[in-house]
């Protein structure tokens, strides 16, 4: 079975379980995608960055992949990606000293992309 959700918080144990910010949430479905917060079904990005009190730095935004059509997928971002610079350095600890491919995780001005690659 698949979900159409982007988001799918399936516990109510706790009033937010997770801290999540400086994301780039897409979908072709736009206005009309899905999140699940706390048990309740929200139609788009807006309603559930309200309903949740998440997100408050993150983006619905295409982030721009260089190919995502065909095989070999390339997650890069193009340039004028809304997810270049966007992330938030937390501190090598927790965003590490590498991305995905191996490239250093923060660029020579202390920026960090959103997503798993920095380029």
């Known amino acids: ?70 095989t070999p997928y390339n997650f890069d971002l193009a340039s004028g990606s809304p997810a270049i610079n966007a992330g938030t350095n937390l501190g090598v600890n927790e965003v590490g000293v590498v991305d995905y491919a191996g490239n250093p995780r923060v660029n020579a001005s202390g920026h960090i992309n959103m997503g798993a690659y920095e380029q």
């Open 1 to 70: 079975m698949t979900s159409k959700y982007l988001v799918y918080d399936f516990t109510t144990s706790v009033p937010n379980p997770a801290v999540m910010d400086y994301n780039d949430y897409y979908d072709t479905a736009g206005a009309s995608s899905l999140f699940n917060w706390q048990g309740k079904t929200i139609n788009g990005f807006t309603a559930y960055q309200s309903a949740s009190g998440q997100e408050a730095h993150s983006k619905f935004a295409d982030p721009l992949y260089l190919n995502i059509a065909s």
